[in-house]
């Protein structure tokens, strides 16, 4: 099958050039890479436009203007855009395994979507993989494990035999859009992202909610498609289920009320869409 990556990206050029470096030696390489970015300058898209010439598959730029936090909506415009069966959403500051797109394949199966994680990289090992050093997939990795949203020491390898239990259990770990997969007719039935939810946080959570509504189940992906998450500030507010954020009324309505499709969604990029849907 076709696998599309679409990594969100904005205003950091110097991390996408990593992702950039893990993407292109992949063991099984995606048939596109599809750059969503959230308004970004030119550094951005020189780079892109540099990788272009000589990446192993298309690499390809879809740009927005720069009106706020609308990763939502830059999400959606990548996806509309692809022309894979699968999809694969990476954020621009991941540096994957090279057996990352292999397992996402692996554990792919109808009837689910796929939840992987991150090693948070500490800002020492930042600095050191962006100037050009090798990830670290490893439990000794310089990550802080002991972070809520970072992968656990106990999976910081890859055992594709334990991969495979894992996927089996009923917890499929936390939201996390910097590292999931679907396919991509799963997504268009739900209308993708909601592009009401602007500004950080639960656009993924929300998603993940109506594809369950809808009757898509969610697995985790621990020990296999591993990924380096770069230090950077955290943009998290201090508590992520503060019903005093728009976000989350929207999310917890979705859940509460069994929302399967969203209104404002994917369907909005009809033009995209056309070119996605109709490409040989």
């Known amino acids: 099958m076709k696998v599309s990556v679409v990594v969100?990206?904005?205003?950091?050029?110097?991390?996408?050039?990593?992702?950039?470096?893990?993407?292109?030696?992949?063991?099984?390489?995606?048939?596109?890479?599809?750059?969503?970015?959230?308004?970004?300058?030119?550094?951005?898209?020189?780079?892109i436009a540099r990788r272009a010439a000589a990446f192993p598959v298309p690499l390809r730029h879809q740009w927005q203007d720069d009106l706020g936090f609308r990763?939502?909506?830059?999400?959606?415009?990548?996806?509309?855009?692809?022309?894979?069966?699968?999809?694969?959403?990476?954020?621009?500051?991941?540096?994957?395994?090279?057996?990352?797109?292999?397992?996402?394949?692996?554990?792919?199966?109808?009837?689910?979507?796929?939840?992987?994680?991150?090693?948070?990289?500490?800002?020492?090992?930042?600095?050191?993989?962006?100037?050009?050093?090798?990830?670290v997939f490893a439990p000794w990795v310089k990550a802080n494990f002991d972070e809520?949203?970072?992968?656990?020491?106990?999976?910081?390898f890859r055992a594709p035999w334990l991969a495979r239990?894992?996927?089996r259990s009923r917890n499929g770990g936390r939201v996390m859009s910097c590292n999931m997969s679907f396919?991509?007719?799963?997504?268009?039935?739900?209308?993708?992202?909601?592009?009401?939810?602007e500004g950080y946080g639960a656009e993924d959570r929300e998603l993940a909610a109506r594809l369950e509504n809808a009757g898509v189940r969610r697995r985790a992906l621990k020990w296999c498609a591993l990924a380096v998450h770069?230090?950077?500030?955290?943009?998290?507010?201090?508590?992520?289920?503060?019903?005093?954020l728009p976000n989350n009324r929207l999310f917890f309505a979705t859940r509460n009320e069994g929302?399967?499709?969203?209104?404002?969604?994917?369907?909005?990029?009809a033009d995209l869409l056309a070119e996605g849907d109709g490409a040989p």
């Not at 050039?17 to 550094?43: F, K, M, N």
């Not at 809520?148 to 910081?156: E, K, S």
């Not at 929302?259 to 990029?269: A, F, N, P, T, W």
Request: glycine share 8%; net charge negative; with cysteine.
């Open 8 to 47: 969100i990206t904005y205003n950091w050029p110097e991390a996408l050039e990593r992702v950039l470096d893990g993407l292109a030696r992949q063991i099984t390489l995606p048939y596109e890479v599809i750059i969503a970015d959230d308004g970004s300058g030119a550094a951005t898209a020189e780079v």
């Open 183 to 197: 396919w991509r007719d799963d997504l268009l039935r739900v209308n993708g992202f909601d592009e009401r939810m």
């Open 230 to 244: 770069l230090w950077h500030d955290s943009r998290s507010p201090p508590d992520v289920d503060d019903m005093s």
């Open 148 to 156: 809520f949203d970072g992968t656990r020491r106990l999976y910081a």
């Open 71 to 135: 990763a939502a909506r830059a999400r959606n415009r990548g996806i509309a855009a692809s022309r894979g069966d699968y999809i694969i959403l990476l954020d621009g500051d991941m540096l994957v395994h090279p057996q990352f797109i292999a397992d996402h394949l692996m554990l792919a199966e109808r009837g689910y979507f796929l939840q992987g994680g991150r090693l948070k990289a500490t800002p020492e090992e930042s600095r050191r993989l962006l100037a050009g050093g090798k990830p």
């Open 259 to 269: 929302i399967r499709r969203c209104e404002r969604g994917i369907d909005q990029h």
């Open 165 to 167: 239990w894992k996927a």
